[in-house]
């Protein structure tokens, strides 16, 4: 049987050399080479992620990463070393209408989705982190907010959930961009701390970092 690592390292591989979207502003990110339980997936790269060479590399990575330090005391660099990290799209979509970045179309989710599904196949992670609604709606159903739903009825709960044939747990977490206020404000600031609790009290989490 391959070595899991060797097996991911494949699959990244394959994520670099991908051009099926034309677009997409490449080149395709991917986090490190690593073995975790615990899977974050979030919508995509921005437009600096690229340069960088991995996910959430600029402003809203500043702030992921200091919601788990004020959490768990854990460093950037022992997340990005711990926790598999994702997105579901690996390439920068470019600007969209607004001030904010184009969201992925359905060609590219659906692109992209062999690579999440390749690494699910070898991770089989018991915890999944759906960071932003796109990473919520994918992992909960595509469903999840085109029937009502919102941020405040999904994130603080742990979720039972079953993404390209596995079952896991999922954790919602709002997307950590400057341009979204909801973290910031109640009953925002609340789940997001409730949520970032049920994270690290998870047996995933407490496997994967300690």
């Not at 080149?27 to 790269?45: D, E, F, M, N, T």
């Not at 921005?46 to 500043?62: D, I, Q, V």
């Not at 711990?82 to 209408?97: H, L, N």
């Amino acid at each position: 049987m391959a070595n899991p690592l060797t097996q991911i390292a494949s699959v990244q591989a394959g994520i670099r050399r991908c051009r099926l979207c034309p677009n997409v502003v490449g080149p395709p990110v991917h986090g490190a080479k690593i073995i975790s339980s615990v899977y974050l997936l979030g919508q995509a790269p921005g437009p600096r992620e690229a340069s960088f060479g991995r996910p959430f590399a600029y402003t809203a990575g500043k702030t992921l990463f200091r919601w788990f330090n004020e959490v768990s005391g854990i460093s950037e660099d022992v997340f990005r070393e711990r926790i598999y990290m994702a997105a579901v799209a690996r390439c920068y979509p470019g600007k969209g209408k607004g001030s904010g970045d184009r969201v992925p179309n359905e060609t590219e989710i659906r692109n992209c989705s062999r690579h999440i599904k390749a690494e699910f196949e070898i991770l089989k992670p018991k915890l999944i982190l759906a960071v932003g609604k796109l990473a919520i709606s994918e992992v909960l159903g595509t469903d999840a907010f085109t029937a009502g739903h919102r941020l405040v009825d999904v994130v603080g709960s742990t979720h039972a959930v079953n993404f390209h044939g596995h079952q896991s747990d999922a954790i919602c977490l709002p997307h950590p961009s400057g341009l979204s206020s909801w973290h910031k404000l109640e009953p925002g600031k609340t789940l997001l701390k409730k949520a970032l609790k049920q994270v690290i009290a998870h047996p995933a989490w407490q496997e994967a970092v300690y």
